[in-house]
């Protein structure tokens, strides 16, 4: 059986004084804050309090989240992106039976012209995904793969592809189909050069868009890599609406 000794009894009302009027006075102020809850004047209080203040409102925090939750799906656009640009440059460089490339009589000029397409329209999604998430380490990696693409401009021109001033492509159909095959090999092929820097400059774009998401998701948790407590769940904003 559980014992409460004077101490005891007074902890429950607050109590941490010795004199017996403490009891009396905290017991008759914890009293009149509950008569205020029910009668409705802390709430207005509260309301008051909040009223005066914009930033500390729900909307307020609901606003910044949804800024934050804007960027997570801006990063994952370029991880998508950038994820689809290495995949079109790696089917061009394909060797085996998928080599385009593997028999210049029996080249498929449609088929390369699909899949070149393919490459550049996904590379031009990845620099405007780029350019929407605002992000330092993307954007050095898309500018680093941007000057490449703008250095290999006189060769890609051969194959009806053409650089712009905004350093996105473009590519001419009837002048790639008209352009000799190992002038496409030579660039997208399995030994191609431009093939294989855009897939690496893709992959190194990808790798930074995911680490980002990791890296803003510790602040999405209830509690991050080292133990603080985060998101807007740690504020009582949310329950204003309640009173």
Sequence with gaps: ??????????????????????YTNTLYSNLSQLSSVKSGAYSKALKALYSKNSDTSTS?????????????????????ESGELA??????????????????????????YKAVSDLVSNYNETVSAAD??????????????????????KSLSKAGITVGVDGKMSVDEEAFK????????????????FGKS????????????????LKNSGNQNFYGKNGSYYGIYDTGYLFDGLF
């Design 132 to 153: 929407k998430a605002g992000n330092s380490a993307i954007d050095n990696a898309v500018s680093s793969m941007a000057r490449m693409t703008g250095i290999m401009g």
């Design 178 to 193: 008209k352009a000799d095959m190992n002038t496409v090999k030579d660039l997208f092929g399995n030994n191609g050069y």
């Design 60 to 80: 307020s925090v609901l606003k910044n989240s949804n800024i934050k939750y804007t960027v997570d799906s801006e990063l994952s656009g370029v991880k998508r």
């Design 87 to 112: 995949e079109a440059a790696k089917k061009l460089s394909s060797t085996g039976k998928n080599d385009l490339f593997a028999n210049k009589d029996k080249y498929d000029s449609d088929a390369a």
């Design 198 to 213: 855009i897939a690496s400059s893709a992959q190194r774009i990808e790798s930074i868009a995911g680490q980002q998401e």
């Design 1 to 22: 059986m559980i014992r409460f000794n004077t101490t005891n009894y007074g902890s429950l009302f607050g109590y941490s004084g010795s004199s017996s009027s403490n």
